[in-house]
């Protein structure tokens, strides 16, 4: 779908530098090489763009035709061949100017071609006696290999040949091997044309592994024959042709090796033909050149194997009267070969393809080398119009309306001369300018699906590029670099330009500028040579000849290989990435690979863009190979549905959303204020049922368009990204019912059911209600929800027949509810509620119905109970009513408790049932000794005591046993010792002072302050520690921030920190919180738990070395503020204790110690919370960025005091 159109031509005239005639061409980089011969005297003069004639060597050596030479830019030296075998270096030193004779041969020299990658030289010798030989040379000229050609050779034809792959069975091996046996098949036998003039030729393929000699072999009449042969790298033949009938001279391989191309002369039909061949030699299929072409004198194929250029013989011109060959360019595409483009040749001219710029042509006669720079364009608009040129064939494809394959047309015209520009409007006109001079203006017919030319322009000057102005007007670029207007018939001159490279629309191309078409006043200046533009306002983008795509002179992506504009919209395509840029903004920002929002697309390697349809909402792509591909970008496809809903076209938008699996959420996300207003114009619009249940169950409670569908048109790429992985801000709570509950209203019943079964939560029951009344709704219920969750539904709502329609519509089995169902009915209200739910396993639901049931006896009801653990439930429905089951239901529950180890509510239980004793024992397991004491009597009082004391001081409930100690034991030395444990120091400087225990009491005191004292040092030692710690992880951290996660061992110099074949998790995973950053395994969901336990224990462990070890730290310091805070309280006590003792030596340690714990936390709180920004920020499971809440600095306690 894409033309070789005429970009920049540019001559080279020899005739002022040198009187001599041009002989030869040869280009090494950007310097031209050109050999100059008249008689002896042979000159060599090198030529670059940017200095002209830089250098020129010439000497008088030989009157001896010169066959070939080669240039070397880097080595300033030029390389001769002559026809009689001398080999000559023309150095171009600075003050050398002589030629060396590297190399002779005594025999005449053919032909000579050097391997691509100069380092081989293949020359083809002969004499009178020998025939031909091929010799290998290298570089420097010394002998490699060589090989003489005999009719011995012909015989490797016969001979199958491998190719490097597969089975002989499945490879081609010639159209004769694999026929239909009922046709005759006449094999040819390589008869010799009229026209060979026994010449030879030479081809290297492009990787310089193989050569193709094409000679003809005439030792005898039986022998004569012309063939291609093989030959590997080393000289050693690999293959030879099959015999083909009229084989000529001229041989071209295919640079990428595909194809080996040979020409033919004509048969019957006096039609010449180009064969080609695979390596094997084996012929696989043919190009037909038109009828009446010149003798084909050379093939050449483009360096990236594009185009392959058939050159012909010289012809009359009637315009002009001079003889001038033509050149035939072919493009392959689809295996469909197009003959593009027609170019005239200089007279008398050599035509060779530049070896380093695919697609410029190079032709030289004895004056003027000629260089012709050609592009492949797409001639399409953004309604789709396509058309393609073959030759005079011109074939037109709506893509818009018919997606026609290639290398078929919707519709096809035949012209008188062939066609060398084509373009198309923006209706359904196209327009051709032809070779002689013809412009012609064609029409499409959709529906006679038929090309009609309209009108005719005969020019005197051959067109060079020919458009379609926004008026309608056809402007046309001639070859003499004017620049003409048709229209209505009539023609007018607009102005003389430069040579325009591209010429579209209202504007034109030269070198590097933009000019308008009606004024000639410059748009813009790229600074470099431009393919294709767009100007959008005061804006203009360019494609760069280097693949850059240019935004007013600045660049903006790099690796472009095509683009295309829309009103909205600049499409381009990379290696395999279709990518959009906004055209209403004022900074247009190219998205990146890896975006995943609306403007990056992931198409097939080297697709190039053909068209671009927005009322379709489609992209036309066309792979390598040619064929076409339609695409639906969620770009363009996301605006219609905005436009769409922008209209109130919910029908439309909800259609594209269907068939473009567009989440339906968008509708109402858009524009939630808008679609609550219109919600019946809404319904009304989207028709059926189907559609509306289709929309209703597609609703979530997420703002689509903060998350999946950001418009990228409106805020910048930054913030899209940021708002496409924030589930945060895209989450919209109670959306969907408060969605359902507003529409409701106007939906029919079917869709209302649908309604309450998809709220959140789903409201079954009412769903189940509604439905009730028609079988239909209820199968349609049953659509929405498991079949067995309506069933415990009905159940539950105690409607068995409700249940059995359930049943039957679900088709259950029969057996599974038929004897449940029939039972119920023969029982009463309570006992059929009681089994349902027994049914149903709602057992607190059974409950009150067993109660309630007045058939129910005490012992089921206590059975039941019992059962299923349903004391407290029971027991509350039981109290007030009087029967007899409540205190037996006491008791169970009471030793249920005891079993539990719940003493205190046991002990309430059996108080309740008037067991005084049970309730004791009870309360003294529990350590409840107040409620004990007060059930005892004065008998058993003291043995009570005890045991309370012994559960007190085992529990360490100390200030407990200090009070039984002292006032119902008497024990006041244990009751003193007790105090002071439970750091009651009043009670125990009372207790003491009352019955003169001050022993006692100072032995307790310094058993506290040592305590105290132990503390206070621990938590000293721990500020001091963890501080040293913590500034050691945070200069490492800086220092070396891959080695953070393992401080103590640095990484070895040798080791990748990148991810290994087994895991892809880095060096750098140590800063996510995500487990496992692999693919999913069978085995993913248990690993990826068990190491998410394993990272929940390292950060409550705090292991030295991981990233969670400042974390830990942090948090151990304000556990530690928490600790001393608690104490405080005690500790003040105990100092104020000290004091009233006199033990004032203990009182001032503990004051200091503890008032410089407070003052060393105090100066370093700080120093510990200061977090930078960069340590708060985590990566959840799914890899995206969330930022923790930075730790609040706790406040410290007050200091103590004496």
């Known amino acids: 779908m894409r033309n070789l159109v005429p970009y920049v031509v540019s001559q080279l005239n020899c005739a002022d530098e040198c009187p001599f005639p041009l002989v030869s061409v040869s280009i090494d980089e950007s310097t031209v090489f050109c050999c100059f011969q008249e008689g002896p005297i042979i000159a060599v003069h090198a ?42 270096e023309a150095d171009f030193a600075q003050g050398c100017e002589q030629m060396t004779v590297l190399h002779s041969f005594n025999k005449k020299v053919w032909t000579c071609e050097w391997s691509p990658d100069g380092e081989i030289v293949a020359v083809v010798l002969s004499d009178e006696q020998a025939g031909f030989e091929l010799v290998l040379l290298s570089q420097s000229f010394e002998f490699l290999s060589s090989h003489t050609f005999s009719d011995t050779d012909l015989a490797l034809a016969e001979k199958h040949v491998t190719v490097g792959w597969g089975k002989r069975e499945t490879q081609f091996q010639g159209k004769g091997m694999k026929r239909d046996p009922t046709v005759q098949y006449n094999p040819q036998s390589g008869v010799v044309s009229t026209m060979d003039d026994a010449s030879v030729s030479v081809c290297w393929r492009g990787d310089g592994e193989f050569l193709v000699v094409n000679a003809r072999l005439d030792y005898s009449e039986r022998t004569t024959r012309r063939a291609l042969f093989v030959f590997t790298r080393d000289g050693q033949l690999s293959s030879v042709s099959e015999p083909v009938d009229f084989l000529l001279p001229s041989v071209a391989w295919q640079p990428s090796g595909q194809f080996i191309a040979a020409a033919c002369a004509p048969n019957d039909d006096k039609q010449y033909t180009i064969q080609l061949f695979e390596r094997n030699g084996l012929k696989r299929t043919e190009i037909s050149l038109p009828i009446g072409l010149q003798k084909p004198t050379s093939l050449q194929w483009s360096s990236n194997s594009a185009v392959l250029a058939v050159n012909t013989g010289t012809e009359n011109s009637e315009e002009s009267g001079t003889s001038e060959g033509l050149s035939y360019l072919f493009v392959m595409k689809n295996w469909r070969w197009y003959l593009k483009h027609v170019t005239s040749e200089l007279e008398n001219a050599v035509t060779r393809w530049h070896p380093e710029q695919p697609y410029t042509l190079v032709q030289h006669n004895m004056e003027t080398v000629k260089f012709s720079t050609y592009q492949l364009a797409s001639q399409t608009n953004d309604q789709g119009l396509a058309a393609v040129i073959d030759y005079t064939e011109v074939g037109v494809t709506p893509l818009g309306f018919a997606n026609v394959p290639p290398p078929m047309s919707f519709a096809n015209v035949s012209l008188p001369a062939p066609v060398q520009s084509v373009a198309c409007s923006g209706e359904d006109r196209v327009v051709a300018a032809l070779i002689d001079g013809t412009i012609c203006d064609i029409k499409l017919d959709l529906e006679e699906e038929e090309l009609t030319i309209v009108s005719e322009y005969k020019l005197l000057v051959r067109p060079r590029l020919v458009t379609f102005a926004a008026n309608g007007d056809i402007i046309v670029s001639l070859e003499t670099n004017v620049l003409m207007q048709l229209s209505n018939g009539q023609a007018e001159i607009l102005r003389e330009t430069d040579q325009i490279s591209v010429l579209k629309g209202d504007y034109y191309l030269c070198k590097s500028q933009l000019f308008r078409v ?161 919600v019946q114009l809404v319904v009304e619009q989207l028709r059926s049922e189907a559609n509306i249940d289709l929309f209703l169950s597609s609703l979530e409670d997420v703002d689509v368009t903060l998350t999946k569908y950001v418009d990228t048109g409106k805020t910048s790429t930054e913030d899209n990204t940021n708002a496409a992985d924030s589930k945060e801000q895209g989450k919209r709570p109670e959306k969907v019912n408060q969605l359902l509950e507003f529409i409701a209203p106007f939906i029919p019943v079917t869709c209302q059911i649908t309604a309450l079964a998809l709220a959140h939560p789903p409201k079954l029951a009412e769903a189940l209600e509604l439905a009730s009344a028609s079988p239909e709704h209820v199968k349609h219920l049953l659509f929405l929800s498991d079949a067995q969750q309506m069933y415990r539904v009905a159940l539950t709502a105690y409607n068995p027949r409700l249940a059995l329609l359930v049943a039957q519509q679900a088709q259950m089995d029969p057996k599974e509810y038929l004897p449940f169902l029939k039972a119920r009915d023969s029982e009463s209200e309570y006992l059929s509620k009681f089994n349902i739910d027994v049914y149903l396993k709602n057992y607190n639901r059974a409950l009150p119905n067993l109660i309630n049931d007045p058939e129910s006896s005490d012992s089921s009801i206590v059975e039941f109970v019992k059962h299923h653990e349903l004391y407290v439930e029971a ?130 005191l310094r058993e506290s302050f040592s305590s105290f004292q132990e503390l206070i040092s621990d938590c000293t030692q721990q500020v001091n520690s963890q501080l040293k710690r913590l500034r050691d992880i945070r200069l490492k951290r800086d220092e070396n921030v891959l080695g953070f996660d393992n401080l103590d061992n640095d990484f070895a110099d040798d080791v990748s920190v990148a991810g290994t074949e087994t895991t892809n998790a880095s060096a750098y995973t140590r800063y996510t919180d995500k487990s496992s950053t692999g693919t999913a395994a069978t085995n993913a969901t248990r690993r990826t738990l068990k190491n998410q336990r394993r990272q929940e224990r390292k950060k409550v462990r705090g292991k030295k070395g991981s990233v969670y070890e400042e974390d830990y730290l942090i948090a151990s310091t304000a556990r530690l503020v928490e600790r001393i805070t608690t104490n405080r309280k005690d500790l003040q006590a105990l100092i104020s204790t000290l004091a009233r003792t006199n033990l004032l030596v203990y009182t001032n340690q503990l004051v200091s110690g503890y008032n410089a714990l407070i003052a060393l936390l105090d100066a370093n709180l700080d120093e510990i919370y200061s977090i930078d920004e960069k340590s708060l920020i985590r990566y959840d499971a799914s890899g995206h960025e969330i930022k923790v809440e930075k730790p609040k600095k706790p406040e410290l306690p007050e200091t103590v005091h004496v």
Request: glycine content about 4%; hydrophobic content about 40%; overall charge negative.
């Open 875 to 1004: 027991l509350q429905l039981l109290r007030g009513t009087g029967r007899e089951c409540e205190s037996k239901l006491l008791e169970m529950q009471a030793e249920l408790l005891l079993r539990s180890s719940n003493y205190v509510k046991a002990g309430e239980n059996y108080e309740a049932l008037k067991d005084n004793q049970k309730a004791i024992d009870a309360y003294v397991l529990g350590g409840e000794w107040r409620r004990a004491i007060a059930l005892t009597d004065s008998e058993n009082r003291k043995e009570v005591a005890e045991r309370l004391v012994e559960v007190n001081e085992m529990n360490k409930h100390y200030e407990g046993a200090a009070h039984i100690y002292a006032y119902f034991l008497n024990n006041y030395q244990k009751a003193v010792e007790c105090y002071c444990q439970c750091n009651a120091f009043d009670d125990a400087v009372m207790i003491s002072r009352l019955h003169n225990l001050n022993d006692v009491l100072e032995t307790g």
């Open 518 to 678: 009606a004024d000639g006043s410059i748009v813009s200046d790229f600074s470099q040579p431009v393919l294709d533009f767009f100007v959008s306002g005061p804006d203009t983008y360019a494609l760069a000849r280097n693949g850059s795509l240019l935004f007013n002179s600045r660049v903006l992506a790099q690796g472009v290989t095509s683009m295309f504009a829309t009103s909205t919209h600049l499409l381009f395509t990379t290696l395999n990435k279709l990518k959009f840029i906004h055209l209403n903004v004022s900074n247009p920002v190219v998205p990146g690979d890896d975006e995943i929002n609306e403007q990056c697309r992931e198409i097939e390697r080297g697709s190039l863009l053909v068209s671009v349809i927005p009322a379709n909402m489609s992209v036309v792509l066309q792979a390598p190979r040619g064929n076409l591909e339609t695409i639906y970008p969620r770009m363009l496809v996301l605006n219609k549905i905005r436009e769409c809903v922008a209209s109130l076209d919910y029908s439309r938008a909800f259609i594209e959303c269907k068939t473009h699996r567009i989440d339906m959420n968008l509708l109402y996300d858009l524009d939630p204020k808008q679609f609550e207003s219109n």
């Open 47 to 88: 030529w670059t763009p940017s200095s002209s004639w830089i250098a020129a060597v010439e000497i008088e050596y030989a009157e001896d035709k010169v066959v070939c030479i080669k240039g070397n830019a880097f080595a300033h030296s030029c390389v001769i061949v002559l026809e009689n075998g001398d080999i000559l």
